[in-house]
């Protein structure tokens, strides 16, 4: 009997060639969408899972409320891990992890020098906590001494080949030794963090401070078998009071109670391991994550994609449901049962559903190197051939097929043999108003997919010409600075001697979230409590503000004519706001210097106010700013004449090589920099523009083959009216015009839907476009033109026939 079915199924796909393809096509696109996103969606959620005892695995994480200012902290104190560690027996174990910046690294005794940028430091149990085995080494040992390493494989066969370089020395920024104790397989993709280099915490003196306020170390425990995360956080409050608060009183001049009675806060949080890449995005992560709301989007962008293919099918086959009505009769009246007839139909829909499988797995196959460009990520053609994900597909594959096929199935086995026999079944039966509603439900989905998409582009122009109180297109951002050590100002003077460049800093900092320095500054340093701040640090030289177009507002700028602007600052309308200055120029603010274990206090006189620019992301409001003169410079930025870009360049190259010989350059232009910050927002820009293209194209295959079928039915009424004397354009619009009402139908359902959606997308922006009249107007004419265009075109061949052709049957 099965083998029945598909024998009839086949025979009637070859039949109807034009409906089949067209069925087989849609579905074959929704599905090779449905599993990229799948093996997008799958990958995300899979970050630190690959752990041992991840779901036991926190990081502790650090918030504190100071006169109304919070900060908030993927970072804790070097303290903390030992504490918890040695006085909460819920904590099985706990390590440190901190980034350490760039480093440039050579082997000892040679002289070509290659630059790590992903370099940590970690504690020595670090190894056995995450449960990473060395290739070569001991994983028990490797980080237990002062001046040792350990590399991963990659960097390891850059550095010394294929030999085991345990053992070996590398030469650290030229200046120190560490040996190389160990080699560890690359860190996965879906990590949270990926380090090829990682240095013995032991080396660093300053990690052992025993300030708890400070949020320098990314801090992990690992609980107990059994031991929820809420029964330590529930004992923070009393770490808190036992090690806070002597430090809130020495820096604070105020205890606890007085703290928290000025709406003071200070708290450790436990946040978990497998959440951290999706659902993290504070100060001091270890690098960019993902952001879960992107996942739900192309969940739900894949799913629709997916239901609008089985939409497809749908309305095909019940708008045909007249030409097999016969069929069914005959088959009723020879004895067929309904199940039966059931089956017959929902058999022809999961052969289309395989077919379309097979097909979409290919599609995937070639489509993965384009969908890993568009998505950044680096998803595999063994992904797809994964052994669980291929059943998960063959599951999807035959709920497609059931669902797509269900609802014709049930459709047209309810026919009556006597009605169907004696002719008074209308094509198309009742089947109208529901296939009316899926065509509404299709284009709706399309039209906000394209108003999305507007919306996307639009917030990231909005991003691009915002006025941004500083200058991003003639700068060139030459990296690494500090290599230069005290001959940074020569490179500096020599390099700027070339008639290319108009100006030149060099600086800690640039607008561009280069750095997440800060620090507690206070207006009193007699009563620390008064007033303090949370405040952001930059440290620049006297050159700063004329090269990047900074305003001030008030005061002047640091000149080298006065030497007391060494322990003088600049503070932005932000800082002058929130601490309620009304002339702040000529005021102190304060902060504690020394050692953590002898703090004291620093006064600085404020000699310029500048005007608030945006020096990180356009998604957080503008910061408190404090600007020191110093010389920790980590940038050489350069103000040059775009016209001769390349030239300029190579001038600072071998202006560099000539007081760095040997350690590589490397620059950007910032504004190159800037558009960096904004990857995630680009990314989501480009998948948005093809889905809505699939999806547009999907839901036009179906209006295609509709329009197709209704022609089709009309072709004799419209031989009658071209006989009569009705023109190809009155033609047109008759069989246009129904189908037109429902796009618009589409497009008034689809505003309100795409409004709320994108209202909730850039609620992530501090600074964000509205949502423009313009954007749903065009989106609408876009849809509708498409939609017209599909429609029209079946219907101008429909109305070309010659009516003796189509009246020959008469």
Not at 221 to 236: A, M, R
Not at 638 to 647: L, V
Request: glycine share 6%; with cysteine.
């Amino acid at each position: 009997m099965l083998k029945n079915y598909f024998n009839i199924a086949l025979r009637n796909l070859l039949k109807h060639k034009f409906y089949s393809l067209l069925n087989v096509i849609g579905l074959s696109i929704g599905l090779a969408c449905f599993m990229l996103i799948s093996l997008f969606v799958k990958d995300e959620l899979s970050y630190d899972s690959h752990f041992d005892g991840a779901e036991r695995i926190y990081r502790v994480d650090f918030a504190a409320t100071l006169n109304g200012s919070d900060h908030i902290s993927a970072a804790v104190g070097a303290p903390t891990a030992l504490a918890l560690k040695t006085d909460y027996p819920e904590v099985e174990d706990a390590v440190r992890f901190r980034n350490s910046g760039n480093w440039f690294v050579k082997r000892k005794g040679q002289t070509e020098t290659f630059k790590e940028e992903h370099v940590a430091m970690a504690d020595s149990n670090f190894f056995k906590f995450f449960s990473l085995d060395l290739i070569y080494g001991d994983k028990e040992t490797a980080l237990n001494r002062p001046n040792t390493l350990v590399i991963d494989l990659t960097t390891s066969k850059k550095l010394f080949g294929d030999i085991n370089p345990v053992g070996e020395v590398l030469v650290l920024d030229n200046r120190t030794d560490y040996e190389v104790a160990g080699v560890y397989a690359d860190i996965p993709d879906n990590t949270h963090f990926h380090h090829n280099m990682m240095l013995s915490m032991s080396t660093f003196e300053w990690t052992n401070n025993q300030n708890w306020l400070s949020t320098n170390f990314n801090t992990y425990v690992k609980l107990q078998e059994g031991t929820p995360g809420q029964v330590l956080e529930d004992k923070f409050p009393g770490m808190i009071q036992t090690y806070c608060a002597p430090l809130i009183e020495q820096f604070l001049n105020m205890n606890m109670e007085e703290f928290k009675n000025s709406g003071n806060a200070v708290g450790f949080s436990l946040f978990p391991l497998t959440e951290i890449h999706l659902n993290s995005n504070k100060e001091s992560d270890l690098e960019a994550n993902g952001d879960i709301k992107y996942v739900f989007i192309f969940s739900v962008v894949g799913l629709f994609i997916l239901i609008l293919a089985c939409i497809n099918f749908m309305n095909l086959a019940t708008a045909r449901s007249a030409n097999r009505a016969k069929e069914v009769g005959v088959r009723k009246a020879m004895g067929a049962r309904k199940n039966q007839l059931i089956n017959q139909f929902v058999s022809e829909a999961l052969l289309i559903s395989v077919l379309a499988f097979f097909i979409a797995y290919l599609m995937a196959f070639l489509a993965i190197p384009a969908f890993n460009t568009l998505a950044s990520k680096e998803l595999s053609f063994l992904n797809l051939l994964d052994g669980s994900f291929v059943f998960f597909m063959l599951g999807v594959m035959l709920l497609v097929g059931l669902l797509a096929g269900s609802y014709p199935a049930f459709y047209m086995s309810m026919f009556k043999p006597v009605e169907v026999l004696k002719g008074t079944v209308r094509q198309g039966m009742k089947s109208g108003p529901i296939r009316s509603v899926l065509v509404v439900f299709q284009f709706a989905i399309s039209i906000i997919m394209i108003i999305g998409t507007a919306i996307v582009f639009d917030q990231l122009s909005f991003i691009q010409n915002k006025k941004l109180g500083y200058e991003k297109d003639q700068i060139i951002m030459v990296n690494d600075a500090w290599i230069l050590r005290d001959q940074v100002d020569a490179y500096k003077d020599e390099a700027s001697r070339n008639s290319n460049i108009l100006s030149s800093t060099v600086a800690s900092f640039t607008p561009m979230g280069t750095t997440d320095n800060s620090d507690l500054y206070f207006k009193n340093a007699s009563a620390a409590s008064d007033e303090s701040l949370v405040i952001n640090i930059a440290v620049v030289d006297h050159d700063f503000i004329n090269t990047m177009g900074i305003e001030i507002n008030e005061g002047r700028y640091f000149s080298q004519e006065f030497a007391s602007d060494s322990t003088a600052v600049l503070i932005n309308e932000t800082a002058a706001r929130n601490f309620g200055y009304e002339n702040p120029v000529g005021s102190m603010i304060y902060n504690y210097g020394g050692s953590n274990e002898n703090p004291v206090v620093e006064g600085y006189k404020i000699i310029g106010v500048v005007s608030d620019f945006h020096f990180k992301s356009l998604r957080s409001n503008i910061d408190p700013l404090v600007m020191h003169l110093g010389q920790n410079s980590g940038f050489a930025l350069f103000k040059i004449q775009m016209e001769n870009a390349d030239a300029t360049v190579d001038h600072l190259e071998a202006t560099w090589d000539k007081f760095a010989p040997g350690q590589p350059f490397e620059y950007q232009f910032m504004n190159q920099e800037f558009d960096a910050m904004y990857e995630a927002e680009n990314k989501v820009g480009g998948i948005f523009t093809v889905f809505a293209v699939l999806t547009i194209f999907i839901a036009c295959l179906g209006l295609f083959g509709l329009a197709a079928f209704t022609a089709e039915q009309k072709t004799k009424e419209i031989g009658i009216r071209k006989t009569l004397g009705a023109t190809i354009p009155s033609i047109v619009n008759l069989l246009s015009k129904n189908f037109l009402k429902l796009i618009f139908i589409s497009l008034i359902i689809a505003i309100p839907v795409a409004s709320v959606a994108m209202n909730y997308w850039l609620e992530a922006f501090a600074y964000r476009t509205g949502l423009k009249p313009s954007t749903y107007i065009i989106s609408g004419i876009i849809s509708i033109a498409i939609a017209w265009i599909t429609i029209s075109f079946q219907s101008w061949k429909a109305a070309r026939v010659n009516p003796a052709k189509s009246l020959k049957d008469e």
